[in-house]
């Protein structure tokens, strides 16, 4: 069993940045080793209290995802074992499970979100326009409603706060109208064959999140995570219905316990009591069984 990680502590590799949730650290000039903490950010804001095992599970459903969608675009995993670039048996027991050493690579600076159903911040923008980032719906459509067609809603990654949603238009403008394209295209096709595969386990991808970065050729690689509880949004099929927010397999637990305190959502984030500790725990672990059918070790 892992010991819990909130923040790694590796002396052997330089550490070149710390996200929400992830550590990086330089594995040569050319690669990375990314270490999936058990760190929590909700509403933007990093929370005090780690979730056990959920980098571990983070990086169990990415690897995993990564093998099965290999066919449509390359991604960014090297194969090579993290406990293999780091020295001290206590930090290979940090690295165990939870990092991947990866390609440096040119990460483009927009997110690629891809939506099935009205949920979110999608239906918020329903609500007032008609329309989810520019893309006119049908009239009439309910909460969680399954979308005619999958619709592409870029977004520019934001450093510190939120990401901004922005038009098909404005990422053709920041990237370029081909790549814009291939990744339009590419993330699309990434959306319907896993949510295919996870329909087929019980489970509903309603929306999820691509990141893209280019190799000193000028080609499109799949970086960062890919469909994971973090990045997507998971729903159990059996407790689905049109016109309600359904109960998810993410941190959508803990939102909701936040959003019933009187928080202003900046930081610091009040502490979690210890039962909704362990209730995100689990939702993290039973998304991974139910797609991948592993339990972790």
């Known amino acids: 069993m892992n010991a819990t990680v909130y923040e790694s502590n590796l002396t052997s590799l330089p550490r070149i940045g710390r996200g929400k949730v992830r550590d990086i650290y330089a594995v040569g000039a050319d690669k990375m080793l990314i270490l999936v903490s058990d760190r929590l950010s909700a509403f933007d804001v990093v929370l005090s209290d780690p979730i056990p095992d959920k980098g571990r599970v983070l990086t169990a459903m990415a690897n995993f995802w990564f093998a099965k969608l290999a066919h449509v ?16 048996e206590a930090e290979k027991q940090q690295v165990r ?3 991947v050493v990866v390609k440096k690579l040119k990460p483009l600076p927009v997110e690629a979100v891809v939506r099935g159903y009205l949920i979110g911040s999608g239906w918020k923008d329903y609500q007032t326009s008609g329309a989810v980032c520019g893309i006119t719906l049908p009239k009439g459509l309910q909460q969680a409603q399954k979308l005619p067609e999958p619709i592409f809603t870029p977004a520019t990654k934001a450093a510190e706060g939120h990401d901004e949603n922005i038009s098909f238009e404005r990422m053709c403008q920041i990237v370029g109208q081909d790549i814009a394209q291939k990744v339009r295209d590419i993330s699309i096709r990434l959306y319907r064959e896993a949510a295919d595969y996870a329909a087929g386990r019980g489970i509903i991808i309603a929306d999820t999140k691509f990141e893209f970065g280019t190799d000193p050729g000028g080609g499109l690689v799949l970086i960062d995570e890919i469909l994971t509880a973090d990045s ?20 959508q637990y803990v939102r909701d316990y936040l959003e019933t305190l009187d928080w202003n959502k900046t930081p610091p984030a009040p502490t979690l009591p210890a039962e909704v500790i362990a209730r995100t725990s689990a939702k993290y672990r039973e998304a991974l069984e139910r797609l991948t059918g592993k339990t972790l070790a």
């Open 73 to 88: 675009v390359p991604n960014h995993l090297t194969g090579i074992d993290p406990e293999s670039v780091v020295q001290a």
């Open 97 to 99: 499970g939870r990092a």
């Open 232 to 251: 997507s949004r998971f729903w159990p099929a059996d407790q689905y219905r049109v016109g309600a927010s359904p109960p998810s397999f993410d941190k």
